[in-house]
């Protein structure tokens, strides 16, 4: 009888792993033909920059010295879209730095309503949903003109109902259509080390704070109170992650390396499912406390926000943001947007730190084996120190 059991849980096993083999098969013949082409490949290695640093690029192509300058950071997001106009840009950098992550960037909260030539997936989205499901588009309702309207947050874009009162259609939700999608398309390239959801936010109800317009969450004609409308977008926003949770783990059997998911908003929101968080234009001054333009809550978020924690920042504010990320332990810092662009100031090294932040004559204060860090946040600025 035992026997007879432990052959029955065997053939059960062997069953699901031929299973997940035959599931996964695409992404281990891409896998095997990305390595026999990187073997092949005629590309000189780049240095890194000696401090971590990352790379925030959104633009849908890639030009040869973009690729180049993009090699020397440690992160990358880059736009989904790179995969279908240039993938060969992708493999060109791990060949340059084999170490480096890239993470697919896309923002399943809202779509374009113009088609562009060099978005072809994001023009494939757009008339799947404005055809077949268009009901999954976020409406609001102006509670004085009672009439109806679609969300709208970013110029020329309208909003998608990640929540989890979206109305079904043939059976699913948008975030379960939309995380099925990217894991099909998308995350199966093993080109990809992972995912980044740009306004993976749990709430959504201040977008119509202070308006007349509010979101009509369930699909009934009818406005929602706030708290309805943030409860249930937190739950479809945890969905969506956890499906693309799930589906990594899997994927991280064939490929043996940790697939990495990064949302931004800088909260402490969602992070039993994220690996780190990006703060865009940091300091962000919404996240709570709004000292020094949210600063110090930022800083404190940070800390808190896992091993990929990124700190963006304009051109202008670069020494200020570089200071800000060398005062942490776990934070990458990235440059503006689509700027691939060489920085002398992150050719430094640092050595190890001597001990942790503090705070000395009004200034954020530490030190290094070869330099001193300082930030005085009230007036943005930041510096190095050296030598020291």
Known sequence: MKKKIFLFVLLVILGLVCLLLFKQRKLIQQSLKDKKELAQMDVAPVANYPIKTAAYWTSPTMGKQDAINLARHDLLIIDLENKFNNRQRLLEIKKMNPAVIILAYS????????????????????????????????KTVNREKQTLQFAHFWPGMIMLNMSSTCPRINGERYNEWMAKK???????????????QDNGTVNISWVYQNSQEKIDINADNQADLNAFIDKSWSKGQKQFLRSIRRYFNKRSLFLSRKMIIVTNKGDTNLLNLVDGKFFEKFPNDYLGDKWAFGWKQSMDNARQTGPYTILQVERRFLSFGLASALLLDNAYLAVSQDDAGIFPEFEINPGKPKGNTFYFNHKYRRDYENLRVEVEPLSQEGKIIMPY
């Open 107 to 138: 923002n399943p909260m809202e779509i374009f309503m113009t088609l562009y030539h060099s978005r072809p997936w994001q023009n494939k989205v757009i008339e799947e949903i404005t055809k077949n499901y268009p009901g999954w588009l976020l």
């Open 182 to 196: 990217l894991k099909r398309e998308i995350l199966s390239d093993p080109i990809f080390d992972g995912y980044f």
